[in-house]
């Protein structure tokens, strides 16, 4: 069994389940190259030192594996001409699919490892055809099923998340009674690499961080932005405009014109759903089921239709878009039966 150990409480404990279990576990540190390129703390040295001290403490082997040119190439890189083209991207998603989860089954290969595991809070069902599913964990406050709606049906029939049935107190009151020295480590940030977007963006792509006219849907110039990079569909604070028709919101993004386009709130009123890179698990091309339009937001009632690689969702009721660029999830009670990335949105 290779574990994938970030150094953290969650993964720590994981390895300890699954010992107490009578697995035979070696432990697998990503060096993802943050801390060297971005000059970031998370996921640097400090984490693989970390790691390696919980493996001996618990007694089992440690190695680490370099996914910095992956990481780069498929996580970083995108981010940055996402927001550069006025998307709103998910790095998270990208990086469990490939980059952590790649690496970690290519490594369990190596080492002639039958599966693998890490401290995920999420779950594995299996429908009764046999397939495999992502499902919510046991904490729904925790719950990261969202960031792993990506693995395909392979992976999963080799993965395990031993926390899948615990709650994040039970975990930290198992790493106190073990004497883990991680039991009370901090969370480590949903965005890894950057603690400004701005900033990296600004770096690598100047030209969307250059200022340009915030405009009605009319084309009624009624103000100025700071970059097309620093806003996102959706937002309401930080615009500096005000006066009649407001109160204003982001509706748009037109990265070609440089242009911020607002609107009211009820234009971001949305039924229907284009969802590009998308994955499905259903049986059928069509399913009644609860879509998550961003990371912990309300599941809402729709009917989603698998058509040519893009999954289409209507929702029972209109509600509130996100940004494109985000993902969609779609879930089938706890199941999760596929996603995308938002291209557009209509009312």
């Given at each position: 069994m290779l574990v994938g150990m970030s150094g953290g409480v969650d993964s720590s404990v994981?390895?300890?389940?699954?010992?107490?279990?009578?697995?035979?576990?070696?432990?697998?540190?990503?060096r993802l190259g943050i801390a060297e390129i971005h000059g970031r703390p998370c996921c640097g040295e400090d984490g693989v030192a970390e790691a390696r001290r919980v493996a001996g403490l618990l007694g089992v082997q440690h190695t680490v594996v370099d996914v910095a040119e992956a990481f780069e190439r498929e996580v970083v890189t995108p981010f940055v001409e996402e927001y550069a083209t006025g998307r709103t991207p998910n790095p998270c998603v990208v990086c469990n699919e490939r980059v952590k989860f790649a690496a970690l089954l290519a490594r369990a290969d190596a080492l002639g490892c039958d599966f693998v595991a890490t401290g995920h809070y999420a779950r594995v069902v299996t429908t009764p055809a046999g397939s495999r599913l992502v499902a919510r964990a046991a904490d729904r406050g925790k719950d990261q099923s969202y960031f792993l709606y990506r693995l395909s049906d392979?992976?999963?029939?080799r993965t395990l998340f031993p926390l899948g049935g615990m709650r994040k107190p039970e975990v930290?009151?198992?790493?106190?009674?073990?004497?883990?020295?991680?039991?009370?480590?901090?969370?480590?940030?949903?965005?890894?690499?950057a603690d400004d977007h701005v900033a990296l963006v600004a770096a690598r792509r100047p030209d969307a961080v250059r200022p340009g006219p915030i405009e009605t849907r009319a084309g009624e110039r009624v103000g100025s932005h700071a970059g097309i990079a620093r806003y996102t569909v959706g937002q309401r604070k930080g615009l500096g405009i005000g006066g009649p028709g407001g109160p204003w919101r982001v509706i748009a993004l037109d990265?070609?014109?440089?242009v911020v386009v607002v609107g009211s709130p009820e234009s971001l009123l949305a039924r229907r759903f284009v969802l590009r890179d998308a994955v499905w698990r259903a049986s059928d091309a069509t399913a009644r089921c609860s879509a998550v339009l961003r990371y912990r937001a309300?599941?809402?009632?729709?009917?989603?239709?698998?058509e040519g690689g893009a999954v289409m969702v209507t929702l029972d009721e209109p509600h509130e878009a996100t940004a494109p660029g985000q993902s969609v999830v779609l879930y089938e009670d706890d199941a999760v039966l596929g996603g995308g990335v938002l291209e557009r949105w209509e009312p």
């Open positions: 994981a390895v300890a389940l699954l010992l107490e279990q009578g697995h035979e576990v070696v432990g697998a540190t990503l392979d992976a999963l029939a930290r009151a198992r790493a106190g009674a073990l004497g883990l020295p991680v039991a009370e480590r901090a969370e480590s940030q949903e965005v890894c690499f990265a070609a014109r440089n309300r599941p809402l009632p729709c009917e989603a239709r698998s």
